[in-house]
């Protein structure tokens, strides 16, 4: 079989895989945010939480009770990291310096799960399970928490509660996260990836007479939750490209699926909660053809290997993986970045200029197709307002969107998420490039180490945590300037979408009437992508003309 | 957070390493290739070094303290290499190195339009056709396989496509005494094909490959080929 083919019905069996559970993910999921039931354990946990969980909360004290465990996160995140040394389990490693302590805890609480630091040789296990992985569902399970407010905007009426997030947080964890990763941590495991525990290294004395210590590390249950909860941070430095995190092509694929199950399952969560599963079907329509798009883009540049390097050696396998190949590392790269992933299974700084600039475009995007956990959906929601917004404003009627009106306070909040993450994206990158220390921090010369910082803030910015790798990123600047980009880029859209869903939640229903715009038509979806498309493409086009484009097109 | 640092931070690992050791503990250890004394020799999932250290290292050795440049020994096949860019000798010298260290994984992460990669591949394409041309058999620069000249993005895999392990054949056989249709049998028998015929590509394992070779057809040979390097700059 040619290498085309196999790549195309690899794809296909991922499409198929995600349309059959589509439907029962979804409904599970919104039957998790809906249920009037607690199970017994939950009951339990409540009271130990010394939370009512019958009493929603408004929203400004729903986005405080999500920064709140944000910031006890980082903080005990950072104290796990600074005093690695002490602890049990920890082979040996030494504590981490205080400014990449920094980085790494806003990185794994922000979801974005960026790395300045080669793990196989930085963490033991103690700092992996209490620290990295606890982080891994609480950051995946925020996600999912906020958008379940903004779909209770519009569902709700005449109230100012949006939902209590003890309950939201704890159920996501215990019914969804928590099952999935143990289910599917033992298929990988199967598989071949490590999980052990022993207290020191494995020495291997090699065939050739050297010898060598081999980290194998509890590598499968971090597999699961790091693909699961779209956050990306892997044991190894080389990520999901590392035999142990993925020895072939099932375990791939299997990933793959991991990181996009959820995100593509969010629609059909949106469309019950909402009342009309048509709705989901449009915003998942939207989300497909993006992917889908941008797959096929990827994996066409990417056969194609324009560049001088790439041309002497007759492919884009460096940097690539043969058990991958190119089908298989093209899918997965448009796939994490899609989403907040940011494992990557192939190094993207050594993908070809177009198909590397099709990896952070799919990341200005603002990773909505379908995103990560949660954020994914409620990224794609305000745009639909837009949409609306802009719709209305060429027909001079108010807009209106799943009943409720788009008026000046609700535009006011969508506006302000839409310019939050370009803003700190963008201009990080101004100064970065203004700054003679952070410009050393390239690997590459001319316009693909312009690519290496545009791709950096873009991917922290959007709480992406993948990386043109060749970057050194464990300086003062980039730990420093990174933490700072990475909480802005997470908190600051997430308020504006709990505010948002505050104003919604107080509105009455307003019936449609005959001039009111149908969101649940071919016409609506594709209006919806130009919105996309144009937004971005404005924001962000004269940075990708610089990098990725001039030396793509030259 | 304190309860759900003890419910997902350590029930939830503990638990699932409980499973994995109990379940599948070759693979919950890493699986670790033992040799008849039951001492483990490397995992099979992970690629091995079959290099000596080269004069040029010996030399350098005393100058930057750090290893890299080696030799491929002629009876072993040769995993994917790794690109050492080294700038404390003059410039940038570049010659293929040894990896699969097990402490660092990654890749060179040079862009695709990069001037010292562009002469990298290009100097590793004519040492590859030197060093696989033997017994009768010539392999051109042109047509030494696309996986031999790049390096992987983990450098710890132990993959090579068949079409750069077919190359290989006719060097380990000449250095071994033995047929081509011998080398042959034994690549077939560490070929792995598409996961349920179309999931990733098909791959050749390296270190089970040579760890079978040196079973079945023993050698005392030790000859190795000095690669060719070059100044980009």
Redesign the interface.
């Known amino acids: 079989?040619s290498?085309a083919t196999?790549g195309w019905?690899?794809a296909g069996?991922l499409v198929f895989a995600l349309a059959v559970t589509y439907r029962p993910l979804g409904d599970y999921m919104a039957h998790i945010l809906t249920s009037a039931k607690h199970w017994r354990v939950e009951r339990g946990?409540y009271k130990?939480?010394g939370v009512d969980p019958e009493a929603d909360q408004t929203w400004p004290v729903y986005i405080r009770s999500v920064l709140a465990?944000s910031v006890?996160?980082i903080l005990?995140l950072y104290v796990i990291l600074r005093v690695q040394d002490h602890l049990m389990l920890s082979l040996g490693m030494p504590a981490m310096q205080a400014d990449l302590a920094y980085n790494t805890a806003s990185s794994f609480v922000t979801n974005t799960n960026w790395q300045n630091y080669?793990g196989?040789?930085t963490l033991g296990?103690t700092a992996?399970?209490?620290?990295l992985?606890?982080q891994n569902?609480?950051s995946a399970a925020v996600g999912i928490c906020v958008v379940a407010t903004l779909i209770r905007g519009f569902v709700r009426t005449r109230t100012d509660r949006v939902g209590n997030f003890w309950v939201d947080l704890t159920r996501i964890?215990?019914r969804l996260l928590?099952p999935f990763?143990?289910v599917f941590?033992?298929i990988l495991?199967?598989?071949?990836?490590?999980?052990?525990?022993s207290s020191h290294l494995?020495?291997?004395?090699?065939?050739?007479g050297?010898s060598?210590?081999?980290?194998?590390g509890?590598t499968?249950?971090?597999e699961a939750i790091k693909m699961l909860g779209t956050n990306g941070g892997g044991i190894?430095?080389?990520n999901s490209?590392?035999?142990?995190e993925s020895?072939?092509?099932?375990t791939?694929?299997l990933e793959i699926y991991l990181l996009l199950c959820i995100g593509f399952s969010l629609p059909r969560t949106f469309g019950r909660m909402v009342g009309s599963h048509k709705q989901g079907y449009v915003i998942l329509s939207v989300m497909a053809v993006i992917w889908a798009g941008s797959a096929a883009t990827m994996t066409w540049m990417e056969e194609r290997?324009?560049?001088?390097?790439?041309a002497?050696?007759?492919?884009?396998?460096?940097?690539?993986?043969?058990?991958?190949?190119v089908p298989?590392?093209a899918l997965f790269a448009t796939s994490t970045t899609l989403t907040s992933t940011g494992a990557?299974?192939?190094?993207h700084?050594?993908?070809?200029?177009l198909g590397?600039g099709t990896a952070i475009f799919d990341m200005m995007l603002g990773e909505i197709a379908p995103g990560g956990t949660g954020s994914g959906l409620y990224g794609m929601l305000i745009l639909a307002i837009v949409t609306v917004f802009v719709a209305g404003l060429m027909v001079g009627r108010t807009p209106e969107y799943l009943g409720k009106k788009i008026r000046p306070s609700e535009m006011k909040y969508a506006a302000l998420y839409i310019l939050a993450t370009p803003s700190v994206a963008l201009v990080f990158t101004g100064i970065a490039m203004a700054t003679g220390s952070a410009r050393r921090s390239m690997?590459?010369?001319?316009p693909?180490g312009f690519?290496e910082v545009l791709y950096a803030f873009t991917s922290m910015a959007n709480n992406n945590g993948s990386a043109?790798?060749?970057l050194s990123g464990n300086t003062d600047f980039w730990n420093t300037t990174g933490g700072i980009a990475m909480v802005l880029g997470r908190f600051l859209p997430m308020i504006f979408v709990l505010a948002l869903a505050g104003s919604l939640a107080k509105q009455r229903h307003t019936p449609a009437s005959a001039g009111t715009l149908q969101t649940h038509t071919p016409l609506f979806a594709g209006l919806l992508t130009g919105v996309i498309f144009i937004v971005v493409g404005l924001t962000y086009f004269p940075a990708l003309a610089l990098g990725p484009l001039a030396?793509g097109l030259k | 957070?304190l309860?759900?640092?003890v419910?997902?931070?350590?029930a939830?690992?503990?638990?699932?390493?409980g499973?994995?050791?109990v379940?599948?503990k070759n693979?919950?250890?890493?699986?670790?290739i033992t040799n008849s004394k039951g001492?483990?020799?490397?995992?099979k999932?992970?690629c091995?070094?079959?290099?000596?250290p080269s004069a040029a290292e010996t030399a350098l050795d005393k100058k930057d303290g750090t290893s890299g440049y080696a030799d491929p020994?002629n009876k072993?096949f040769q995993s994917?290499p790794t690109f050492a860019i080294d700038a404390t000798v003059g410039g940038y010298t570049i010659q293929l190195a040894d990896g699969?260290?097990?402490?660092?994984?990654?890749?060179?992460?040079?862009?695709?339009?990069?001037?010292t990669?562009?002469k990298l591949?290009?100097l590793m394409?004519t040492n590859m056709a030197a060093f696989d041309s033997a017994g009768g058999t010539t392999v051109t620069a042109a047509q030494v396989a696309?996986?031999a000249?790049?390096?992987?993005?983990?450098?710890?895999?132990?993959?090579?496509?068949p079409q750069n392990a077919d190359q290989q054949a006719a060097r380990i056989a000449t250095t071994r005494g033995i047929t081509v249709n011998q080398v042959m049998a034994l690549i077939n028998q560490n070929t792995?094909g598409?996961?349920?015929?179309?999931?990733?590509?098909p791959?050749v394992n390296t270190?089970t490959l040579?760890?079978a070779l040196?079973q079945k057809y023993p050698s005392s040979d030790s000859s190795t080929t000095t690669f060719q390097t070059g100044a980009t700059s």
């Open positions: 079989m290498v196999s019905l690899q069996l946990l130990l939480m465990i006890v996160g005990l080669v196989e040789s296990y992996q399970f209490l620290g992985a606890v569902f609480v964890n215990l928590l990763s143990v941590g033992i495991i199967a598989a071949g990836l490590p999980q052990e525990l494995t020495s291997v004395n090699t065939v050739t050297g060598g210590s081999l980290y194998t509890a499968g249950s971090q190894f430095n080389a490209a590392h035999p142990f020895p072939n092509g099932f791939n694929w290997h324009w560049g001088s390097a790439l002497v050696a007759g492919s884009s396998m460096n940097g690539k993986e043969v058990r991958f190949g298989g590392s990557v299974n192939s190094m700084d050594s993908y070809s200029a590397g690997n590459n010369v001319g693909h690519s043109f790798a060749g030396e | 957070m309860i759900f640092t419910i997902l931070g350590i939830y690992p503990l638990v699932m390493t499973i994995g050791q379940a599948f693979q919950a250890d890493g699986s670790l001492q483990a020799i490397g995992s999932l992970l091995q070094t079959f290099v000596s020994i072993y994917r699969c260290t097990y402490t660092a994984s990654g890749s060179n992460n040079l862009g695709p339009n990069d001037p990669l562009t591949i290009g394409r696309t996986d000249v790049t390096e992987s993005g983990s450098d710890e895999e132990p993959y090579i496509t792995t598409r996961d349920i015929g179309i999931l990733g590509e791959a270190t040579n760890i040196d």
